[in-house]
């Protein structure tokens, strides 16, 4: 029988390098069908892992050039697999949270808590990320919304 933490592990490193294939067959695989996820920079809650690949397709219909880079899996207590990683790409797609693509490129550090079941399937997933660097960094905020200044007042934007 196969450890436990090396399945869970596993499956969290297949569905991320299915991720950047766009193999959504495969990363469908990995996935139990309780799987329930909640981002909390964009409050996404999905259901089914049916709802959740649409999240994760969406992100690569937003920003084609998308990747995953610079993964680290650090096996926990209790099927957690903490997932650390660097999402990179260019707004060129989809309007992206009511904004329109402006070509704007960006990259964020994301940390993906993932719970694996007995079977090795992941069955949760709790994303952590700075959205507003994000969004600052695609050109769709100023600048300074997170440079620690004061906040831009609203009027003041063209």
Not at 27 to 46: I, L
Not at 75 to 92: E, K, L
Not at 108 to 125: E, K, N, V, Y
Request: glycine share 8%.
């Amino acid at each position: 029988m196969e450890n436990p933490v090396f399945a869970s592990v596993e499956a969290v490193e297949r569905f991320m390098e299915s991720f950047n294939k766009r193999d959504w067959v495969e990363a469908a695989r990995q996935f139990s069908v309780t799987y329930t996820s909640h981002d909390q920079a964009v409050q996404s809650k999905t259901g089914t892992p049916e709802e959740f690949l649409r999240f994760a397709r969406g992100w690569t219909e937003k920003m084609p050039d998308g990747m995953c880079s610079d993964v680290e899996y650090t096996p926990a207590d209790d099927g957690i697999v903490i997932t650390r990683f660097t999402w990179s790409g260019t707004h060129s797609g989809e309007p992206f949270l009511g904004y329109q693509a402006n070509g704007g490129h960006a990259s964020a550090r994301i940390c993906i808590l993932f719970t694996c079941d007995s079977d090795g399937l992941i069955c949760r997933g709790e994303a952590f990320w700075d959205l507003l660097h994000y969004m600052a960094e695609l050109g769709h905020l100023p600048a300074d919304v997170t440079s620690g200044g004061s906040p831009a007042v609203a009027s003041d934007r063209k």
